[in-house]
């Protein structure tokens, strides 16, 4: 079963990892209602920085439905059940960053053409 932890406006600053704080996975939206992130996700992506000695930009975390759709999201997004990031690391090419990903253990990992999806489905 996959731990999910909760973000609103209690929780959003709290540091989850060394190098990552809840907000950083928040929904885009502005919405008022919380966003949720899996647990598993944010450990990887703290290995995988600390693999990297880089900082990791998410560009995108939690996404709400609505969000999802209004950036045409997958109808089954991982975003959505806050197993997934979208993720930039300045000095690092799309594909070197996808290979460090998959180094440390990431099972899923999509290249698009400005940064890197990772997830945790099926964890």
């Known amino acids: 079963m996959i731990k999910l932890f909760c973000i609103d406006d209690n929780t959003k600053d ?3 990892m060394p190098h990552f704080k809840a907000e950083e996975f928040s ?7 919380p ?3 899996a647990l598993e996700l944010v450990h990887k992506l703290e ?3 600390m693999h990297l000695r880089k900082p990791i930009r998410v560009t995108s975390g939690y996404r709400c439905p609505g969000h999802n759709n209004s950036v045409g999201g997958a109808a ?3 975003h959505v059940q806050g197993r997934a990031a979208d993720i930039q690391v300045d000095g690092l090419t ?3 960053l996808a290979a460090a990903a998959r180094a440390v253990g990431f099972g899923f990992v999509l290249e698009e053409p400005t940064w890197v999806h990772v997830d945790v489905r099926g964890a």
């Open 14 to 16: 709290w540091q989850l």
């Open 27 to 33: 929904c885009h939206c502005g919405g008022k209602h």
């Open 35 to 37: 966003s949720w992130i």
């Open 47 to 49: 290995t995988l920085r």
């Open 76 to 78: 089954k997004s991982q």
């Open 94 to 96: 799309v594909r070197e």
